[in-house]
């Protein structure tokens, strides 16, 4: 909990950090995220999902750059007959038959971005959000049930477009690619975490 105190402490720092003219302001979206899983994640959850909700707080630095706070909740699930193996007091077992494995995703990380275009007009933008995730996985078979909760570090680099379509209001949708740089599975070996994304929602202006 100390860590993502202080990312959310250097998060408010950036937000405040003062600008000139037009740096004073900042603005907010709200997105629906579909996350496609990747890389290692693919040997756990090999599924689609559909279930994700984020939330990015950007200040304008200048007319074409941002430095903000991004964070969201993403739930990757499948259910499969699949064998797999976890540790269990300290030895390995192997899981067959039908269960349920989840991967609660909740990313907390700083983010600087670039825009092209004009101001008032569509604009794509491409950026790089850094810091860390929540990361939860679990296993259920039955009433058993095996999880692995850890802070994990990361790096997700994004590009966009933002369309507006009335005054202080805009479409946003973006495609990111969450990449963990530690972390390990349910049997304690290293294994990162790793998934597309691709979001959509609203972005408000607050000057």
């Not at 699930?77 to 494995?101: C, K, L, M, P, Y």
């Not at 997700?156 to 969450?178: C, D, H, K, V």
Request: charged fraction near 20%; aromatic fraction near 12%.
């Amino acid at each position: 909990m100390k860590i993502i105190r202080t990312i959310l402490f250097a998060g408010t720092a950036l937000l405040c950090v003062p600008g000139v003219s037009s740096a004073q302001r900042w603005f907010g979206a709200a997105t629906w995220n579909i996350s496609i899983p990747d890389g290692d994640t693919k040997k756990f959850v090999d599924e689609t999902s559909y279930r994700g909700f984020g939330m990015d707080f950007r200040k304008l630095i200048n007319d074409k750059t941002t430095i903000g706070l991004t964070t969201s909740w993403e739930v990757l699930h499948e259910r499969t007959t699949e064998s797999i193996e976890v540790e269990s007091d300290n030895a390995g077992i192997t899981i067959t038959g039908s269960q349920d494995r989840y991967i609660n995703s909740f990313p907390i990380m700083l983010g600087l971005h670039r825009y092209l275009g004009v101001e008032g007009g569509t604009r794509p933008y491409f950026g790089i959000n850094a810091g860390g995730f929540w990361l939860i996985q679990t296993l259920r078979v039955g009433l058993a049930e095996w999880e692995v909760d850890s802070w994990e570090w990361g790096v997700m680099p994004e590009a966009g477009l933002i369309i507006p379509f009335q005054s202080g209001a805009a479409l946003i949708a973006n495609a990111r690619y969450t990449l963990g740089l530690t972390g390990e599975n349910l049997r304690g070996d290293d294994s990162t975490l790793s998934y597309w994304g691709v979001r959509v929602g609203f972005a408000w202006e607050q000057y």
